[in-house]
């Protein structure tokens, strides 16, 4: 441990070279998508509880106008998907249904919108530190067949880039792993809600 004490920020990062650079932008990328699709699951599961509730209620007393007013003051795509439905109740059950399930697959795209870095983050940033932890050591081998003479300071500094760039690989791609299966299973969770409250507004549209 001693070759890591009383090391600065800059001096890690000089450590374990332009890999890790590499691996410190990934993990800045990681962490500001997962900051962000949690802000956007937050406020819209907060909203669509809200807005459910006295929507299916309207839908059972008939106030068909005071429900699609709802509809576009709600300004979220959980409000386009009701509203698809409200502006069709007059339309035969088949296309009502067929316009939720448009407007349910833009649904799932925007929960889905960035996901797919999570995972190619999570994927490929163990290889990055594994190709750092390559380097490293190629340079302890390179530097010690210049000098006849064995320098525990030549050995160290390879292995610290090894190491270094090992760790910072895992730690981009462990939180973007985890992160990616959590989003996931909600997104799974409240498109199964939405499809329920869905079925129960076409009934009512349709009765």
Not at 28 to 48: A, C, Y
Not at 58 to 63: F, Q
Not at 119 to 127: E, N, R, V
Not at 179 to 190: D, E, G
Request: glycine letters at 4%; aromatic letters at 10%; proline letters at 2%.
């Amino acid at each position: 441990m001693n070759m890591f004490q009383n090391m600065s920020i800059m001096e890690f990062l000089q450590q374990g070279g332009y890999v890790l650079l590499l691996l410190s932008i990934c993990s800045v990328v990681s962490f500001s998508v997962m900051l962000e699709r949690f802000i956007v699951m937050v406020n819209l599961k907060s909203k669509t509880k809200k807005f459910i509730p006295p929507l299916i209620f309207k839908l059972k007393k008939h106030k068909y106008d005071e429900a699609l007013a709802m509809c576009e003051e709600n300004m979220s795509v959980v409000g386009n998907l009701f509203l698809s439905a409200i502006e069709r109740k007059d339309k035969q059950k088949i296309v009502i249904e067929e316009a939720m399930q448009r407007n349910g697959a833009k649904l799932a795209l925007y929960l889905e919108k960035r996901l797919s870095i999570l995972a190619t983050l999570g994927s490929i940033s163990p290889f990055i530190g594994l190709f750092g932890t390559v380097v490293g050591i190629i340079k302890t081998f390179h530097s010690l067949s210049l000098t006849d003479a064995y320098s525990s300071n030549l050995v160290s500094n390879g292995i610290a880039e090894a190491l270094i760039n090992t760790a910072a690989g895992l730690f981009v791609a462990i939180p973007a792993v985890i992160a990616f299966n959590y989003f996931t299973h909600k997104i799974q969770l409240f498109l199964k809600e939405l499809e329920i409250a869905s079925s129960e507004a076409i009934e009512l549209l349709t009765e």
